[in-house]
């Protein structure tokens, strides 16, 4: 397999193949999902929540994503990578903005990043893609925004809000974006905005209309029991054989059943060297 490019992924629409993205924060996940032909990692400012237990991903800075960035992009050789631009390293000024996405590119080692909006950050998406960035745009229930929503709500329900997006997506293209996440609005709605593109949706909580899916990793794997919205769909239940590894492991330590003999070390045999003339 080759490494996965921004053509590749906008071709992928041409050819009718949808595009897979997985989210991924650290080496040994990265690993394994590399492995899988997985077209793209997103090292995604949900780790506020599934790294750093938040409720939500505006504490995230660009240093941690450009720790996170750094841990994944170790471990990928396939997987296209793409880091979220945090909360107020692009919503300031357009020069700001360029300036945090060359820091997750050159510190990163991003291959392109995301930022969440339209309207106010337009120009933000034209100066970084003047630099030579590719850019992933990302509408409907953009999670910066949750004070704003009064909560993690499904977006743009009504025809005027529908309206909006649709002029969103539009423009969101025309600024150059090479793709688009739509998250957390109604089917239909991405179907028709999928339609309308050129270039590839990639959606979650958006029904299948759109031209790929994105998981966060954690919800994917079912590593937390109390997080399960009607968005996600759980291709495992790792919590629990993850607790079972770790209440063996303790029954076994307090057993004095673990280690034994095969997971211990012997003393070397010193070897007789000849004594010098
Ligand atoms: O931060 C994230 O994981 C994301 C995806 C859910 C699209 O933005
Ligand atoms: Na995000």
Redesign the pocket.
Known sequence: RKPVTVPDIVARKRDGVPVV?V?AYDATFARLVDACDVDIV?V????GMVMQGHEH?LEVTVEHMIYHARCVRRALRCAHLTV?MPFMSYQTTPEAAVENAGRLVKEGGAASV?L?GCARVLPAIERIVAAGIPVMG?LGLT?QSVHAFGGFKVQARNSDAAERLRSEAAQLEQAGCYSI?L?GIPAPLATEVSASLSIPT?G?GAGKGCDGQ???MQDLLGLDDSFKPKFVKRYATLADPIREAFSAFAADVRARAFPGPEHSFGIKKSRVRAAPE
């Open positions: 993205m989210t997103l995604g400012d949900s780790l991903t979220d995301k969440e990302h999670p996440v998250e990639i979650i994105v998981l966060v």
